[in-house]
């Protein structure tokens, strides 16, 4: 008998292999519109998770959602993951929680949208979540047009000081954050204008 691998039980690995030097820099060294993102995440009883991942995506500033390559750089002659290059804008971040359950990037304002897309891995998650974190309460917006005003609010970050924005994010309970699902291919292989609200 073989013991189990990792895609036979439930991890977490992620703080082994998925975090890369200055993850959460997503903004070029010493851009003057650099904000900071940052918040927890909670369990169902308001407890950190002091081992979770948190992935974000965005458009640049200018709207481009094209990317460059660098935040997987690799060392040619050792092979070790050297992280960014302080330089280039790749819109793609992943930091993991610390002791308390807190996470933190540093990116620039998305371009065209008022969001930063996320991604929670997490202990006893078998598949990863997707939310959005707002940095404003963007009137017209459809996703959050159509829901009730308590759970609207799960998805608007707080601003606390200029270019700080708080975005907790709660795994279960009466304030859950509101987690998206995307069909597969096979079920729209047009795909809906909105993603839909996980119950």
Known sequence: ???????????????????????????????????????????????????????????????????????????????????????????FGR???????HWAVRTLPPGGVSYISLAVFARGLLHHLYTRAYLVDEPGDALLGSLAAERRGTLVARSEAPRTYRFDIRLQGPDETVFLEFPTFSEDPHGPETPEVSP
Do not use: N
């Open 1 to 91: 008998m073989h013991a189990p691998t990792p895609s036979q039980t439930v991890g977490p690995f992620y703080g082994y292999a998925l975090p890369f030097p200055r993850g959460g820099d997503v903004a070029p060294s010493g851009d003057a519109e650099t904000i900071t993102l940052h918040g927890y995440v909670l369990d169902g009883a308001g407890q950190p998770v002091p081992d979770a991942l948190i992935e974000s995506w965005q458009p640049a500033p200018d709207g481009s959602r094209a990317g460059v390559p660098g935040s997987l750089r690799h060392d040619p002659v050792t092979g070790w993951l050297v992280g960014r290059d302080g330089v280039a804008f790749t819109g």
């Open 95 to 101: 930091v993991p929680t610390d002791a308390d359950g």
